[in-house]
C-alpha cells in the first residue's frame, strides 16, 4: 500500500468517527466532501504545512492545534510506513536465508558427487562404482543404530555428542551493545608504505552482532592498494569483568564475509602470552555463510584473540581492492562428550556397476585430536538379518596409514588374510646390492602364498620401542621489550614468559623457616640494583610500557578458590589469628564471613571481630586481607568457641613474592601443599644460547608499538651479541636523549637434549586394568618425563586406568647409550609391586606392545632398489621368488630400541637387548565368490579415558570406491 493510500484510509477513518460522534452515519457523499481539501492539501506530500503568526497579534491556538494535529497525523502515516518497509524486509530476508540454504544444500550434494566421482575415477583400471556421505541430511543414516545426535547436521560430520548436564555456553553479553572494537588491519602481502586506505565498521553492523544469533552481523570493510589479500586481527575479553579465567573447549562461528576466510584462535590469561589451543591448526578455513565447531582440549582463558585472513578482494575500484571480514553468532563453550557414539549408514547401493561388489576402498575427511580414534567398518547387507560381529570387515581409508594390519581394500569372498611372523636370521643375509645399498632378506624360507600387490604391510618394532632422536627448534617472539641505557651502555635483551612451575617448601636460608619456593625452567633476569622485584603498588604490567621488574605476576589457582565453613577455634584472648589461607578478598562476596559452629549466627565485622589488612604488615600490598582475624572486647565471640569461616581467595599473589635466587622465586608465606593448588609465573629472561636472538628479525625503534618513531640500525646505532642475549649501545650512534629503546626480535627456543621413545600397547581385557609400581627414579631436574596416553605421571607410582584398546606410553629420557639410568633403561624394566614385568608383549597386562602402529609399506622390487634412498626405512619389497628384503640391516638402525623383558619358550621373563623381529600381513586371492548387491558403513569414534572431556574426533565425508 503505498503512502498517499495510507492517508487517504486513515481521513476516511477520522470523517466517519466524527460523524458518528455527531449521531450521523455518514454517506459516500458526505466522505467525498470532507476528502477534497485534504486530497488538495497532500496531493504534494504530508498533510502539515507551515502557519506563521502575525506579531504582536494574539495568538492563534486553533491553528497550533490543527497543525499539531496534521503533524501527529503525518507521523502516525510515516510510522506504518516504516513498520510496513521493515515487515517486508524481514519476509525478504527471511527468504533469501531459505534460497540460501536451500541452493547451499544442493551445491554441497553437488561437490559430494564431482568428490566421489573424482576419487572412484582415480588411478582406476576396472570397472568401479562409488556412494558417499556428507552428512548434509540424514538420508543416508541409520537413525535406529547411529548414537543419538552423534550426527550434527548444522556443522555437517559425526561426532562425540554433548553431553547436555555438562553443557555451558559463556555469556558474551558485555559486547552486545559494541558498535565499534579496536582491530588491526594490515596486508598479507606487503605492498608500498601506507597502502591501507580504509578500516572500519560497514554501515549499519555492529561489532557486537558479532556475539549474537540475530540476523544481523558484523563486517569489517578493508581496503588497501593491492590485491595479495588482507588480515584483520582483534582480541576479546570473555567475561565482562576481570577473573581468573574461562575455560572453553569450543569455539563456533559463523562467516558473513564474502569468500572463504582463513582464521587462527589464540588464548591468553594474561593479554600478554598467547599460545594456541591444544589439538588446533595454525588456521581453520571458514567458508562464507558457514558455521564451523572448533573444538580442542579444555584452556582456561580469559582473553581470546582471532586472526583472520582473505585472499580475494570483495570490491575491486581502480587501484584500490576491498576485502570484507565479518562473523556472527561467535559462541564459546564448555562441553563435556560421552566417551563413545557410533555412526551406521543405511544400506547403500552402487549405480552402474555389473555384477556383485567384490572390493570396497574408503577416503574420509576427518579430525582426530591426540588420545581420539575413529575406526571404520564395511559389512555386507541383508535384507533378512543385520550384520554379526564378524561381518563387519575393519577397513583403513586410502588416505591414512595402515596400522594394525587393517587393510585399505576390503574383499567380499575372493580374498584370503594372512599374518606371517619372521625371526631375525642369525647371521643377517644379504639378499643383493644395489647403488652399493645392501638389500635385507628376512625370511629364510619363500612365502608359502604370493600376496596381492598392496595388501602387505611390515610391522617391526614387537616388544620395543620407537626412538626420535629429532630436536627441533620453536621460534618465539618479543615485541616492545622496553631497553634503558641510562645506567650503562650495555643491557641485557629480555623476553616475558608465564609457566606452570615446580611447586616445593624449602627454606630461604639454612635454619630458616619453611616458604613455598616457585622453580620455572631458566634463569630469571633480575639485576637488584636497577630493577625491581615486581611490579609498583600502582602498576599494571599489561599496560606498562616501561617495565623495570623481573616477576610481572605470580597467581594462585585452585579448582574452587572459594573456602566454606573453614573450621576455627577463636583465641582465647585478643590476639590475631590466622586461618589456614594467606591472601583472601577484601570486597565483595569474597570478604570473610564468621559463623557459630551450627550456622545458626553470623557475627558482625567491627563489632566482633576485625579482619587484618594485608597493607598493614606490608604497605606495598594491594587491597587484600593477610588471613588474620581477632575477636573483639565488645562482641559475642567467646574464648575458645567453635566458629566457621567462609571466604574466597585473592589469585594475585605478586605481593609474597620475597626474593628471587636464579631460577627459583621464594614467596613470603608457605601457602602449604594443596592437591588442586598450583601457581602461574610471568616472569622475564634473557635469551641466551642455545636459545638465541635471530638477527634478522631485530627491530629497534624509539617509540612503543609503532613504527613512527626513529628506527635504528644495526653497527651504527648498537651491537648484539646472541650468544650472551645483551645489546650495546654505540655512544657516537643516533641513541642518544632519553636513551631508551623498544625493541622487537624473535629467538629460538632449543629442547632439552633427550630423546623420546614410544610404545604402543593392547589391553584385550573388558575390565581396566589398575597397576601400581614403585618409584622408578626418573632424573626430572634432567627434564626426563613418563607419561600414559599424553597423561604425565613422572611423579606417580600407578599407571593410569587402562580401558580396552590400545594405549599409547611416552618417555623422555637421556641417551641410554651415555646414562645405564636413563629414564628408557629404567621404565623398560618396570615391574609391578608383585615383582612382574609391565612392559612386555603377551605378558601379565598386554596382549601386544609394538614401536609403531604405522607398518613399512609395499614397494616394487625394482622401486625399492634402484629409487628408494638409502636413509628411508618405510618401505620394503616382496621378490618373485617370495623373499621379504629392506634396505637396511635389520636391527641396526637408531629408530628401534629393543632392551626390555621378553618372555622366552620356557614363559619365564628375561631381561635383555634382542634381535629385531617382524610380522608379515597380507591378503592372498583364492577361488570363492559371493555376491554383494549392498553394503553398509560404521563408524565407531572414541576418546581416551585421560582425554579432556570437550575434544571429539569428528568425520565430516566418506567416499567408497565399489569394484
Given at each position: ?12 477513518e ?23 481539501p ?96 556428507t ?11 547411529t ?83 588482507a ?36 588464548g591468553s ?34 582473553f ?10 570483495t ?32 544400506p ?127 621460534i618465539?617472539?618479543?615485541?616492545d ?50 630493577m ?11 599496560t ?32 590475631w589469628?590466622q ?37 598493614t ?6 587491597n ?10 565488645t ?120 630423546d ?84 612386555v ?79 608379515l ?42 569394484a
Open positions: 500500500m503505498s503512502i498517499i493510500d495510507k492517508q487517504i484510509n486513515k481521513k476516511v477520522e470523517i466517519t468517527l466524527e460523524s458518528l460522534r455527531r449521531g450521523k452515519v455518514p454517506a459516500a457523499r458526505d466522505i467525498a466532501i470532507g476528502l477534497k485534504f486530497m488538495q492539501k497532500v496531493a504534494s506530500g504530508p498533510s502539515f504545512s507551515p502557519r506563521f503568526q502575525p506579531w504582536r497579534k494574539t495568538w492563534d491556538y486553533v491553528a497550533t492545534n490543527q497543525s499539531l494535529k496534521d503533524i501527529k497525523f503525518d507521523l502516525d502515516i510515516a510510522v506504518e510506513e516504516v513498520v510496513d518497509q521493515l515487515s517486508k524486509m524481514i519476509r525478504r530476508n527471511a527468504f533469501v536465508e531459505l534460497a540460501y540454504s536451500s541452493q547451499k544444500m544442493q551445491i554441497e550434494t553437488l561437490i559430494g558427487t564431482l568428490t566421489n566421482l573424482l576419487f572412484v575415477s582415480k588411478n582406476t583400471d576396472d570397472s568401479f562404482a562409488g556412494v558417499f556421505d552428512f548434509t541430511d540424514l538420508s543416508k543414516v541409520d537413525v535406529r543404530e548414537t543419538q545426535d552423534a550426527v550434527d547436521l548444522s556443522e555437517g560430520c559425526v561426532l562425540l555428542p554433548a553431553n547436555d548436564i555438562r553443557a555451558d555456553r559463556v555469556n558474551m553479553s558485555h559486547l552486545y551493545g559494541k558498535t565499534s572494537w579496536p582491530v588491526t588491519a594490515s596486508e598479507v602481502t606487503p605492498g608500498v608504505t601506507g597502502s591501507l586506505v580504509q578500516n572500519e565498521v560497514v554501515p549499519q553492523s555492529a561489532f557486537g552482532n558479532a556475539f549474537s544469533d540475530m540476523v544481523s552481523s558484523w563486517r569489517q570493510v578493508v581496503t588497501i592498494g593491492n590485491n595479495g589479500g588480515r584483520i586481527e582483534f582480541t576479546i575479553p570473555l567475561s565482562g569483568t576481570m577473573a581468573e579465567g574461562v575455560t572453553i573447549s569450543r569455539i563456533g562461528i559463523t562467516s558473513s564475509a564474502a569468500d572463504v576466510m582463513y582464521v587462527s584462535v589464540l590469561l594474561d593479554n600478554v602470552n598467547y599460545t594456541k589451543f591444544a589439538g588446533l591448526p595454525e588456521e581453520i578455513s571458514v567458508a562464507s555463510g558457514s558455521t564451523t565447531n572448533i573444538d580442542f582440549e579444555s584452556a582456561r582463558v580469559q581470546v584473540r582471532f586472526s583472520c585472513r582473505l585472499n580475494n578482494p570490491v575491486v575500484d581502480g587501484g584500490s581492492f576491498g576485502y570484507v571480514f565479518g562473523f556472527k553468532n561467535i559462541s564459546f563453550y564448555k562441553l563435556g562428550r560421552v566417551i563413545e557414539s557410533q555412526f551406521v549408514s543405511l547403500l547401493a552402487p549405480t552402474g556397476l555389473d555384477g556383485g561388489i567384490d572390493k570396497v576402498a574408503m577416503n574420509v575427511v576427518e579430525d582426530i585430536p591426540r588420545g581420539c580414534s575413529i575406526d571404520y567398518f564395511i559389512a555386507p547387507y541383508s535384507a533378512t538379518a543385520a550384520p554379526t560381529a564378524d561381518q563387519w570387515r575393519p577397513i583403513t581409508p586410502l588416505n591414512r596409514q595402515a596400522v594394525d594390519g587393517i587393510s585399505k581394500v576390503v574383499r567380499f569372498g575372493q580374498s584370503t588374510d594372512k599374518s606371517v611372523s619372521l625371526p631375525p636370521l642369525d647371521p643377517a643375509v644379504i639378499y643383493d646390492t644395489v647403488r652399493g645399498i645392501d638389500l635385507y632378506q628376512l625370511n629364510e624360507d619363500p612365502l608359502e602364498f604370493e600376496p596381492t600387490f598392496h595388501t602387505a604391510f611390515l610391522r617391526r618394532g614387537d616388544n620395543s620401542w620407537f626412538r626420535n632422536t629429532q630436536r627441533n627448534a620453536v618465539r617472539e618479543a615485541r621489550a622496553f631497553i634503558d641505557f641510562t645506567s650503562g651502555d650495555v643491557q641485557n635483551m629480555y623476553a616475558v614468559a608465564t609457566q606452570q612451575p615446580d611447586v616445593t617448601q624449602e627454606p630461604k636460608t639454612n635454619g630458616g623457616a619453611n616458604l613455598t619456593a616457585l622453580t620455572v625452567d631458566r634463569a630469571i633476569d633480575y639485576n637488584v640494583s636497577t625491581l622485584l615486581i611490579p609498583g603498588k600502582n602498576t599494571n604490567p599489561e606498562d610500557q616501561r617495565p623495570r621488574y623481573a616477576i610481572y605476576k605470580v597467581q594462585r589457582l585452585r579448582d574452587n578458590m572459594t573456602v566454606t565453613n573453614e573450621s576455627v577455634v577463636a583465641p582465647s584472648d585478643f590476639s589469628k586461618l589456614a589461607n594467606y591472601g583472601i578478598k577484601a570486597t565483595g562476596t569474597g570478604r570473610p564471613v564468621i559463623k557459630n559452629a551450627s550456622g545458626s549466627v553470623t557475627y558482625t565485622e567491627g563489632k566482633d571481630y576485625e579482619l587484618e589488612l594485608e597493607s604488615v606490608d604497605p606495598n600490598a594491594p587484600v586481607l593477610s588471613g588474620r582475624f581477632r575477636r573483639l572486647s562482641g559475642s565471640i567467646q574464648a575458645g568457641a567453635a566458629i566457621k569461616v567462609s571466604y574466597i581467595l585473592e589469585s594475585d599473589i605478586t605481593y609474597m613474592v620475597d626474593s628471587i635466587r636464579t631460577d627459583k622465586i621464594f614467596l613470603k608465606k608457605d601457602l602449604g601443599n594443596v592437591p588442586d593448588q598450583y601457581f602461574l609465573v610471568t616472569f622475564r629472561f634473557i635469551p641466551r644460547t642455545p636459545n638465541k636472538i635471530r638477527k634478522s628479525t631485530l627491530n629497534v625503534t624509539s617509540s612503543y608499538g609503532s613504527t613512527s618513531g626513529t628506527s635504528y640500525s644495526e653497527g651504527p646505532d648498537f651491537i648484539v651479541d646472541t650468544s650472551q642475549g645483551t645489546i650495546t649501545r654505540v655512544p657516537t650512534g643516533r641513541i642518544q636523549g632519553t636513551l631508551q629503546v623498544y625493541v622487537d626480535f624473535q629467538y629460538e627456543e632449543q629442547p632439552p637434549d633427550l623420546t621413545f614410544t610404545t604402543w600397547v593392547r589391553v584385550d581385557s573388558r575390565d581396566p586394568l589398575e597397576i601400581s609400581f614403585s618409584p622408578p627414579g626418573l632424573d626430572i631436574d634432567a627434564g626426563e618425563r613418563f607419561a600414559v596416553d599424553s597423561i604425565d605421571i613422572s611423579g606417580q607410582t600407578t599407571l593410569p586406568s587402562l580401558g580396552f584398546g590400545w594405549h599409547q606410553i611416552t618417555v623422555r629420557s637421556r641417551r641410554p647409550e651415555a646414562v645405564g639410568t636413563a629414564a628408557i633403561n629404567l621404565i623398560a624394566k618396570l615391574t609391578d609391586r608383585n615383582g612382574t614385568p609391565i612392559f608383549s603377551g605378558g601379565k597386562y598386554f596382549a601386544q606392545m609394538i614401536a609403531s602402529r604405522e607398518p613399512l609399506f609395499q614397494r616394487t622390487y625394482i622401486q625399492l632398489a634402484k629409487n628408494t634412498p638409502k636413509g628411508d626405512h618405510g618401505y620394503f619389497a616382496i621378490t618373485s621368488e617370495g623373499y621379504v628384503v629392506v634396505n637396511f640391516e635389520p636391527g641396526s638402525t637408531e629408530e628401534i630400541y629393543t632392551y626390555g623383558y621378553r618372555l622366552n619358550e620356557s614363559n619365564t621373563y628375561e631381561l635383555d637387548s634382542w634381535p629385531e623381529y617382524w610380522t600381513d597380507y591378503s592372498y586371492k583364492t577361488e570363492e565368490a559371493t555376491p554383494v548387491e549392498k553394503i553398509l558403513v560404521k563408524a565407531i569414534l572414541r576418546r581416551g579415558t585421560g582425554t579432556d572431556g570437550g575434544v571429539t574426533p569428528k568425520v565430516h565425508e566418506y567416499h567408497i570406491r565399489l
